[in-house]
């Protein structure tokens, strides 16, 4: 059965021809963005393995794995969750406690691992 409640948005949305480019130009641009982001991230991981490089840049690696990652994902909710075009204030009362829980989750993992074979020396 046929229902006639049902519009579809994209046979009625009446957008322009330049409404069109904008849109099309808007998603080339996060598509650009977010594989120049995962570039970077596997080229990282292919050309400089952990053996290969001084403790001090395997820091440096590690943060930026981490803020690449928590870049792209801010990144991905913003555009695809259309968080972008929300007021300033809804952006902040959304953004604040994930961001602080996302901080929070990295403390606990960087403070954890320092300790990570202490036990097991001591036992043995």
Avoid: C, Q
Wanted: proline share 2%.
């Amino acid at each position: 059965m046929l229902r006639d409640d049902v519009i579809e948005y994209s046979l009625h949305a009446h957008h322009s021809e330049e409404e069109g480019v904008k849109v099309r130009k808007k998603i080339w641009m996060v598509t650009a963005i977010l594989s120049v982001i995962t570039l970077v991230e596997v080229l990282v991981g292919a050309l400089m393995p952990r053996d290969s490089v001084s403790t001090l840049t395997w820091e440096f690696i590690k943060y930026g794995y981490i803020l690449l990652t928590v870049i792209k994902a801010g990144y991905i909710v913003l555009i695809f969750m259309h968080l972008g075009d929300e007021k300033k204030g809804l952006k902040y009362m959304i953004l604040v406690p994930y961001i602080l829980f996302i901080l929070y989750l990295l403390f606990i993992i960087l403070t954890e691992a320092s300790y990570i074979g202490d036990g097991w020396n001591t036992m043995h």
